[in-house]
Nanobody, 124 residues
Framework: QVQLVESGGGLVQAGGSLRLSCAAS????????IGWFRQAPGKERDFVAA????????LYADSVKGRFTISRDNARNTVYLQMNSLKPEDTANYYC?????????????????WGQGTQVTVSS
């Protein structure tokens, strides 16, 4: 089992940057694909990015491609989401999730464990 805790959210002006962290417990962290999702009020939880088990591959939603970068440090059991050039439409609660999968996946139902989320608010 994996427990995930997100941090790093906050309030930032449009054009600014934030780095989110997802800290995981458990010795098998490197066995999981890790993804980031986000959910704005009244909307569904959408895929943002995912990173492969050893960090060699990544997948991004079109809406964040070129602005967000996902990375991981398996020695620290942590995955990061660097968010640059933030826009008001990036405002949401951001969740990290772990998938026991061989390939990068982006469907919610493919992820087995979820964190509690961290709020990101981008003001215009």
């Amino acid at each position: 089992q994996v427990q995930l805790v997100e941090s790093g959210g906050g309030l930032v002006q449009a054009g600014g940057s934030l780095r989110l962290s997802c800290a995981a417990s458990g010795r098998t962290f490197s066995s999981y694909v890790i993804g980031w999702f986000r959910q704005a009020p009244g909307k569904e939880r959408d895929f943002v990015a995912a990173i492969s088990r050893i960090g060699g591959g990544a997948l991004y939603a079109d809406s964040v491609k070129g602005r967000f970068t996902i990375s991981r440090d398996n020695a620290r059991n942590t995955v990061y989401l660097q968010m640059n050039s933030l826009k008001p439409e990036d405002t949401a609660n951001y969740y990290c999730a772990a998938a026991n999968a061989d390939d990068l996946v982006k469907r919610r139902d493919e992820y087995d464990y979820w964190g509690q989320g961290t709020q990101v608010t981008v003001s215009s």
